[in-house]
């Protein structure tokens, strides 16, 4: 009732206050955990839900939908797991997440970040291609395995995934990934295309490179958009790499 108020603090004071009163505690402990995750509160979150990764939910004393609460600690787990960089325990709560429901394209997303962060950057884009198989076309997904692959400097498989992104080729991550490559090529016609490209998304008026840097790089760290700034800085210190 506190949560359907929009009282949520409320509801975890009263929840922690009343945890040890239990003596079958699982489903409180997750109730409470899911709160701490809804408030993004993920540390706590996590040390709650780690402890009750295995429970069962089959001797509560109140009906439970199991399916869902089980998918729902994976859930919840995983990605207060990644913001405390436990990133075994994210892996194995994605997968298990995936047994209980194979089509979510948004756990394939957070699986591949996990294995991202794990350094196996062959597995991130392994797990992008599971869930493009599992869950249809997703363009977050085959935009990864664009990014993925840039990252690996596998460029020519990158530019085979930029022709499969369709309408989300101008997607600023998509952009600063393509201006990387052209810098990465020394195609000239293709930094200054893709620069511009970049000045107009970000509203920025279009010059050829290297006018107007300064201008671009203000409005990445304006709008916040870190994963296209950080391509994009990339590019940058390529080009500079050489000229030095």
Same mark, same amino acid.
């Given at each position: 009732?506190?949560?359907?108020?929009?009282?949520?603090?409320?509801?975890?004071?009263?929840?922690?206050?009343?945890?040890?009163?239990?003596?079958?505690?699982?489903?409180?402990?997750?109730?409470?955990?899911?709160?701490?995750?809804?408030? /993004?509160?993920?540390?706590?979150?996590?040390?709650?839900?780690?402890?009750?990764?295995?429970?069962?939910? !089959?001797?509560?004393?109140?009906?439970?939908?199991?399916?869902?609460?089980?998918?729902? =600690?994976?859930?919840?787990?995983?990605?207060?797991?990644?913001?405390?960089?436990?990133?075994?325990?994210?892996?194995?709560?994605?997968?298990?997440?995936?047994?209980?429901?194979?089509?979510?394209?948004?756990?394939?997303?957070?699986?591949?970040?996990?294995?991202? /962060?794990?350094?196996?950057?062959?597995?991130?884009?392994?797990?992008?291609?599971?869930?493009?198989?599992?869950?249809?076309?997703?363009?977050?997904?085959?935009?990864?395995?664009?990014?993925?692959?840039?990252?690996?400097?596998?460029?020519?498989?990158? =530019?085979?995934?930029?022709?499969?992104? !369709?309408?989300?080729?101008?997607?600023?991550?998509?952009?600063?990934?393509?201006?990387?490559?052209?810098?990465? /090529?020394? !195609?000239?016609?293709?930094?200054?295309?893709?620069?511009?490209?970049?000045?107009?998304?970000?509203?920025?008026?279009?010059?050829?490179?290297?006018?107007?840097?300064?201008?671009?790089?203000?409005?990445?760290?304006?709008?916040?958009?870190?994963?296209?700034?950080?391509?994009?800085?990339?590019?940058?210190?390529?080009?500079?790499?050489? !000229?030095?």
């Amino acid at each position: 009732i506190l949560c359907e108020l929009g009282r949520e603090q409320e509801a975890v004071h009263l929840l922690a206050k009343h945890l040890p009163m239990f003596h079958n505690p699982g489903l409180i402990t997750f109730t409470l955990g899911e709160l701490y995750f809804k408030l /993004k509160r993920y540390e706590e979150s996590y040390g709650l839900l780690l402890p009750i990764k295995k429970a069962a939910f !089959n001797s509560e004393f109140v009906p439970v939908d199991i399916k869902m609460t089980r998918l729902n =600690l994976f859930r919840y787990l995983g990605i207060s797991s990644l913001f405390t960089r436990d990133h075994q325990t994210a892996e194995e709560c994605f997968r298990e997440a995936l047994a209980i429901d194979p089509g979510n394209d948004e756990t394939y997303h957070y699986l591949s970040l996990t294995m991202e /962060k794990k350094g196996d950057i062959a597995g991130a884009i392994a797990s992008c291609r599971e869930g493009l198989e599992c869950s249809g076309e997703d363009p977050f997904l085959r935009k990864r395995i664009f990014i993925l692959n840039i990252m690996m400097d596998d460029l020519e498989s990158a =530019l085979m995934e930029h022709e499969r992104l !369709n309408g989300h080729a101008g997607d600023i991550d998509v952009l600063a990934g393509m201006f990387l490559i052209g810098c990465r /090529k020394l !195609n000239m016609a293709a930094i200054n295309d893709y620069y511009r490209r970049i000045q107009s998304r970000l509203s920025v008026p279009p010059e050829d490179f290297p006018d107007g840097l300064d201008a671009i790089r203000g409005r990445f760290a304006a709008i916040e958009e870190y994963q296209a700034r950080d391509i994009f800085e990339s590019a940058i210190s390529h080009l500079l790499t050489i !000229n030095a």
